[in-house]
């Protein structure tokens, strides 16, 4: 069938031949015929079908489970035969005891995250930018990084270490408050600040790499001619080195923007112990707990689709407003 | 241009020098508590309250020599390994093969597929809808759950792809005129020009596997002997619930005294080989975090 249509189209069929490619000028594209294309890029295809059969086996029918958060899910019965029961989950959540506490929990560590730590490595990395010394920079480079590369467990592991009655940070803490020293990840008001400082000292050092690189970038002509004109180092800094990271600094925003309220569960679930869930509880944990802890999957898939929600809305939300400000965006 | 510095200039300068030397003490401090924290000796250790920049006292490896016979963590440090190594082989070998189609502009409907696949980073089923997956797949308490979900990025196909974007499409043709199969040019021709983002992925996969403790808590509920290392640090700082350091355990082996120069002694066999490694790979690391950033 394949000849036949060739042929009617009055093209030549060559062996293994280029014929196929839609963008070169010289060669005429054929008209669209999927199984032919296939048995002539069969290599092509097995490959994509690899790759696309494994989203959807991981990433779409994952998708498809979300029918659980409407349903009195039954392992028995499975996902279609499970009985429907509409919005009930997510009615029993938000008039339930925890959905406040959640909500507001999750809300101010994102929000706390974000605002001390997506700040941190561009200020880190504009401190640097003005040291002329390539050995001195290298060094605090090297060592800034560092931390990155300290699993989640093992800070957990030093946070409890240094934080319980009588670890260095809580008897320092002790001195300076005229406290006893005791354990201060079971104080509401120190669970945040620990959690979100600790998270600076992780990833200080690695938020600054591409920030570093955009502004290695700039042409330094233009930092010259801002001198000829008169600008001193803080006019050079606004007109000239914020300017010349903004594109950066805007995607980081957007991928920061997606996970605003994704708290990271993992470092979470490590922290929390019964005596700060009233701070650290968060949708994140709840559903992990609610989920495998007690088996109730419709209502954790319930709380889970309403956090992938939101964190989708807002990526797009701030993309489509970014791309009308800025003029750059990320799709 | 050589010029003078006002006074205003100097003093920023020696602010900015001292901020930066403290973000860098205050990286670098607490790992070298712990390293001599772990060699101090215990009953110093346990009453001090300090930063400890030497070890206290006189040098004590008690600590190490108890860990070094504590089995469970050789194990899972064998298990991390393993894991490692047969998620960086398939990450590599899928990723080049998804990086390779996804940037033949040949391939008709193109966009639709890279649609498919960034869909996924946007929005995504969630922990429970997964993990009933995993479970349907009999996954659960595998090692295979340790390895497959997530062998994939989105954010690596993207990184792969670009970069094999940027080889001249003539290169291909060239081999194509020869009789290359797909195969052999995205293996001889396309492959070797992209080996700096290859290099990228596989470190970023190490690390991340290296790390990962969730996927072992998620999917390896009841098979301790998969534990990958993370999994066992967690129940030996965090939950104290190992067989090592726990409360009972401790009592008989007489090793209480010697808690927190075993917990950190963990913490110093589990984390200082990545440390040690890392100044060797910070080229690669550095042009990966970037390569990722600029080019989406």
Known sequence: M????????????????????????????????????????????????????????????????????????????????????????????????FAVKLIRNTVIIGLLDFAVNFPAPIIFALLLNEIKNRAFKKIVQTVSYMPYFISSVVVAGMIISFTKAGGIISVAFSFMTDHVSENLLNLAEWFRPIFVLSGTWQWIGYGSIVYLAALSGIDQGLYEAARIDGAGHWRQMWHVTLPGIMPMITMMLIMRMGILFNVAADKLLLLYNPANYEVSDVINTYIYRVGLGSMDYGMSTAVGLINSLIGTVLLLTSNRILKKTTGSSMF | MKYKMKPGRILFLAIDVLVLCLITFVCFIPIWHIVMASLSDPTSLNSYTRLVFWPLKRMDVQAYKVILQYKTLWISYRNTIGYIIATCLLTSILTTMAGYVLSRQRLYYRNVYMMIITFTMIFNGGM?????????????????????????????????????????????????????????????????????????????TAVAKWNDYFTALLYLPNKSEYYPLQMVLRNILVTSTSDLTSDTVSMQNNISLYKKNIEYACIVVSTLPILCIYPFVQKYFVTGVTLGAVKN
């Open chain 1, 2 to 97: 394949n000849e036949k249509f060739i042929k009617k189209r009055g093209i030549v069929k060559r062996k293994r031949c280029t014929v196929g490619y839609r963008n070169e000028g010289g060669i005429k594209a054929i008209p669209h015929n999927l199984a032919l294309d296939i048995r002539r890029n069969r290599m092509l295809y097995v490959f994509l079908s690899i790759i696309l059969g494994y989203f959807l086996v991981f990433h779409y029918i994952p998708m498809v489970g979300l029918l659980m958060a409407f349903e009195k899910y039954s392992p028995v019965k499975g996902i279609f035969g499970s009985q429907w029961v509409g919005l009930r989950h997510f009615k029993n959540f938000f008039t339930g005891p």
């Open chain 2, 128 to 204: 429970i809808p997964t993990y009933m997956v995993i479970r349907r797949l009999r996954m659960i308490d595998t090692p295979f759950a340790m390895i497959v979900p997530g062998v994939l990025s989105v954010f690596y196909i993207l990184v792969m792809k670009t970069s094999m974007e940027n080889v001249p499409l003539e290169l291909e043709e060239a081999a194509r005129m020869d009789g290359a199969s797909d195969f052999t040019i995205m293996l001889h021709v396309i492959f070797p020009l992209c080996k700096a983002s290859f290099a990228v992925i596989i470190l970023f």
